[in-house]
Nanobody, 121 residues
Framework: QVQLVESGGGLVQAGGSLRLSCAAS?????MGWFRQAPGKEREFVAA????????YYADSVKARFTISRDNAKNTIYLQMNSLKPEDTAVYYC?????????????????WGQGTQVTVSS
């Protein structure tokens, strides 16, 4: 069983930055970030393989967000720059046991509880 705990959310003005962290309790492979805005379905944000050698981003965050991982700490990060009000959402960390990178949330078996990110205009 893998447990994921996110941290780092908060309130920030448009144009600002935040860094989210997700600590995993067990061995994981590909991990990702998803988000859910009020009244909307949960959507893919970014994913990273275990080695960190491959990453994948949603078009809406490409060039603004960076996903990374520190396997020694069993932690992944999401550095979010140039934040926009439309980035406001609950951000979830997820892990899958397979190594293939994926944007499909159905392929992720483990989920964190989420952390709120609010971007004011």
């Amino acid at each position: 069983q893998v447990q994921l705990v996110e941290s780092g959310g908060g309130l920030v003005q448009a144009g600002g930055s935040l860094r989210l962290s997700c600590a995993a309790s067990g061995r994981t492979f590909t991990m990702g970030w998803f988000r859910q805005a009020p009244g909307k379905e949960r959507e893919f944000v970014a994913a990273i393989t275990w080695s960190g050698g491959s990453t994948y981003y949603a078009d809406s965050v490409k060039a603004r967000f960076t996903i990374s991982r520190d396997n020694a700490k069993n932690t992944i990060y999401l550095q979010m720059n140039s934040l926009k009000p439309e980035d406001t959402a609950v951000y979830y960390c997820a892990a899958r046991l397979g190594g293939k990178i994926s944007a499909d949330q159905r392929e992720y078996a483990y989920w964190g509880q989420g952390t709120q990110v609010t971007v004011s205009s």
